[in-house]
């Protein structure tokens, strides 16, 4: 079975700074990997997947992330945060055709 | 093009009563995911609908029950509350059925409170 640690609940970060958000996972076949964003009062909203193909991942709002398999990780990056930024991000795995696993989330604080 | 919509938004029940929770997928969705998110924690999938059937389902008692309309739209049926039902309770829609490949789009969700 498919699992997903998020290493961190809580990230504070100030404005302008860059930030990693750490995820690992743990399968025994190939996966998927996603992560989401959820801001406050709000559904989640994909930032960005992997499927297959080149580890580093692009998404939305200047997000990326890179699937290091050796590692089971799959960590989330941005050069520079804005306050708008401020949200809850999950990291997500699944296998093919199978159901999505969430993990616990990391809360971003971004600090003026 | 509305997205995924939720109905109510809020909710309180108290424990033994039934809740129905009501989902509309976004337009030219054919497919509905319900997931459960307990306070501190990630959504965990309770079901997923396609084709009026249910297809998937996650380690929820039968107690949680839903149906799929022939227009998409789904229901979330949930029996005999207890406590720890209190949760936000979000739907997914996507298209064509089931694949973790094709994009799910969440609704705001439903705040259930059981006391």
């Known amino acids: 079975a498919q699992s997903v640690t998020q290493l961190d609940s809580q990230v504070p970060v100030f404005e302008e700074a860059p930030v990693e958000l750490r995820c690992n996972y743990s399968s025994s076949v190939s996966v998927y990997l996603f992560w989401y964003v959820q801001y406050p009062n709000q559904g989640l909203q994909l930032l960005l997947k992997y499927l297959s193909g080149s580890t580093l991942v692009k998404g939305i709002n200047g997000f990326e992330a890179e699937f290091n398999k050796s590692q089971t990780s799959f960590h989330l990056r941005k050069p520079s945060v804005h306050i708008s930024d401020t949200a809850e991000y999950f990291c997500a795995v699944s296998r093919r055709d199978d159901k999505i696993i969430f993990g616990k989330g990391t809360r971003l604080h971004i600090l003026p | 093009d509305a997205g995924v919509t939720q109905s109510p938004t809020h909710l309180i029940k108290t424990r033994g009563q039934q809740v129905t929770l009501r989902c509309s997928p976004k337009?030219?969705?054919?497919?509905v995911s319900w997931y459960q998110q307990a306070l501190g924690q990630g959504p965990q999938f309770i079901f997923q609908?396609?084709?009026?059937?249910?297809?998937q389902r996650g380690n929820f008692p039968d107690r949680f029950s839903g149906h799929q309309y022939p227009n998409y739209s789904s229901e979330l049926n949930v029996n005999a509350l207890l406590l720890g039902d209190s949760a936000l309770y979000l739907c997914?829609?996507?298209?064509?059925?089931?694949?973790?490949?094709?994009?799910?789009?969440f609704g705001p969700g439903t705040r259930l409170t059981v006391l």
């Open positions: 997914a829609s996507s298209l064509r059925g089931y694949t973790s490949y094709n994009e799910q789009f």
């Open positions: 337009s030219g969705h054919d497919t």
């Open positions: 609908y396609y084709e009026e059937e249910e297809r």
